[in-house]
């Protein structure tokens, strides 16, 4: 009964710290704390860091040796001295020098795979919050100018609708505010929709209520950092690759020495028949592979991984090389188109417009004209900006310092 007390006490007191660790970990106040929480939760991240760790205990036991083995025999012996007789050795398989570092080089290829790919991981589930925080902010400025935009158009058809007789100009108006408002509507419902798989996303994902990351947004940097020239050589696409290179070449070592990549070797005794407690011969025993099947093909193949390996890596770096001068010219170019617009000034000139309506200086045609042109400026506006930020993302992944240098890649208000 104590020992059930015991374990139901200790199950309580791990289900508390567990929950207390959550809680702690989904505390959300701000885009950092969101940013954080993905790194550590993430099911990818959480995934890749695990192969981290088996590579890492993979890697330590590469060195070890191998466990010695035991052979013995025993028979009975029909002679003069009938009886039985035994034969025991202890044997311990000493593996090549080559063979042991063909181990040890897979062993790192392979841990130096997984923490590439860990780090590939954090990258994307970094740049997947900060694509998701700072297109909620772009659809919480998009629904509030449609709403802005519906109310005027149904505040404008409602006069319509009031007065006792409309010219045929006036009817045509109406049905066109009537067309554009439910188009409106339509544009306002797909937005909605949008937020909530944003965010059942994020929820997804930090484990957390949607009311703690509602009002979590983040906006473009004030001043849009200077791209140095940087170097792809520390990218996770190339270390993966690197990698890849690392464990066929010791996959080509392991096949060119597998025709004799170890012996074993070890003190044998052996006893009399008919005394098996008396020890009548004792040495040396060994055992050495005799290459005579050697086969060839193994080792072409393995060759053939090398250079097919070798290849792979130079194409991914004229690859990452291309995408990044092409990433470049795509943000200096994103920058200045975005500098070009002014959402201010938009937004007040569909205030005015409204007044030069409402003073019937403007016709209701140039008045949902205005509207429309606001609306798509604003969103091909918001569309420039998110590809200029993943340009500037992606650059800062492939020189790996988009981890490192979070701060100069958005700018956080709450």
């Known amino acids: 009964m104590k020992h059930f007390k015991f374990v139901l006490l200790s199950v309580f007191i791990t289900f508390a710290v567990e929950t207390i660790n959550t809680a702690e970990i ?29 590579s890492s205990i993979n890697k330590k036991n590469a060195s070890r ?11 009975y012996s029909r002679a003069e001295e009938a009886g039985l007789a035994a034969e025991f050795a202890v044997l311990q ?3 090549t020098p080559t063979k042991r570092s063909a181990r040890r080089a897979q062993a790192d290829a392979e841990y130096a795979y997984a923490f590439a ?52 100009e006036d009817q045509v108006s109406v049905e066109l505010f009537g067309f554009a408002l439910n188009n409106y509507r339509i544009e306002k419902n797909q937005l909605d929709n949008e937020e909530k798989e944003l965010l059942g996303t994020l929820k997804t994902i930090l484990c957390c209520s949607v009311s703690a990351i509602q ?59 008919g005394n098996i407690n008396k020890i009548e011969t004792y040495g040396v025993k060994f055992a050495i592979p005799i290459p005579i099947y050697s086969n060839t093909k193994p080792v072409e193949a393995g060759r053939m991984t090398l250079s097919s390996a070798e290849l792979g890596f130079e194409t991914k770096k004229r690859e990452l090389e291309t995408g990044m001068e092409n990433l470049k010219a795509k943000y200096s170019l994103g920058i200045k188109t975005l500098a070009s617009y002014n959402i201010q000034g938009m937004e007040k000139h569909h205030a005015r417009a409204k007044r030069l309506f409402d003073g019937g200086r403007v016709s209701g ?12 400026s604003i969103k091909a506006y918001h569309q420039y900006e998110m590809e200029t930020l993943q340009a500037l993302w992606k650059i800062y992944a492939l020189q790996r310092k988009l981890l490192t240098n979070l701060s100069e890649v958005y700018d956080e208000n709450i």
């Open 26 to 54: 989904c505390k959300i106040d701000k885009a950092t704390d969101a940013i954080s929480c993905v790194l550590k939760k993430h099911p990818d991240i959480v995934q890749t860091q695990t192969q981290v760790s088996i």
């Open 65 to 75: 040796w191998l466990h010695p083995e035991l052979e013995g025999e025993v028979g």
């Open 93 to 95: 398989t000493i593996e």
């Open 117 to 168: 790919l860990s780090e590939e991981q954090k990258e994307q589930a970094t740049t997947q919050m900060l694509a998701i925080l700072n297109r909620l902010r772009q659809i919480n400025r998009e629904k509030r100018i449609l709403d802005e935009t519906t109310n005027t158009f149904a505040e404008v058809i409602k006069r319509y609708r009031v007065r006792p007789a409309l010219s045929p």
């Open 215 to 273: 009002k979590i947004f983040l906006y473009s940097p004030k001043v849009w950092p200077k791209i140095d020239a940087g170097s792809i050589e520390n990218s996770a696409d190339l270390a993966k690759e690197q990698a890849n290179i690392t464990r066929a070449k010791a996959d080509y070592l392991d096949r060119k020495s597998s025709s004799f990549d170890r012996f074993s070797v070890g003190p044998y005794i052996q006893t009399k028949p």
């Open 365 to 376: 045609a140039l008045l949902i004209e205005a509207h429309r042109q606001m609306v798509d």
